[in-house]
């Protein structure tokens, strides 16, 4: 189009150009989440070493504050807990968890953690729709966007790769939802204590 011999309008211009810009950033995304989906299907090893959970919380809270600056990330962590894992794994799956729970909703966001037994829970609460009890079950298949999924920008590749990565760590993730209400996230992993 930029190339016609009778010159678009220069305002013409700069909305092919943005929507270049666009498309190159929505394929980079793609590719950058098809490449964290091979790494975890072709069994790449992750760390097993004590992770400090709050730190990593607050760095991808902080990361995460970035891409709506309008939304409070409230967290709640318990200082002392640590799992047996993997610290860059843990910030992508957080990072994937934050981003999910802020796509999904409006209203503010809550990360909390508990200890129960051998296990450390992380839960991301968000306060939008929720989910359908019948979508539920599909939330972790690959490319399965749910309702309104064209509106929200994505390609249902999040919540595939945090589960790969969390059961890389002996870790399982589950979703509670209400409608009207919102959902909560559940990351459980292996205490490292």
Known sequence: MLRRTAPMPPE?????LND???ESDRLIRLVNDLLSLARADAGRSLAKEAVDVSEV???AC???R???IQRQIQVDADLNL???GDKDALKQILLIALDNALKHSTGDIHVSTRSQGKQVQIRVQDFGEGIPADKLDHIFDRFYRGEGGTAIPGFGLGLPIAKSLLEKMDGEISMQSELG???V???SFRSAL
């Open 57 to 59: 919380i607050d760095d």
């Open 12 to 16: 013409e211009q700069a909305d092919v």
């Open 62 to 64: 902080r990361q995460a």
């Open 185 to 187: 996230l559940i990351l």
């Open 66 to 68: 970035q891409l709506d």
């Open 82 to 84: 640590k799992i047996q």
């Open 181 to 183: 209400k919102g959902s």
């Open 20 to 22: 270049m810009v666009d």
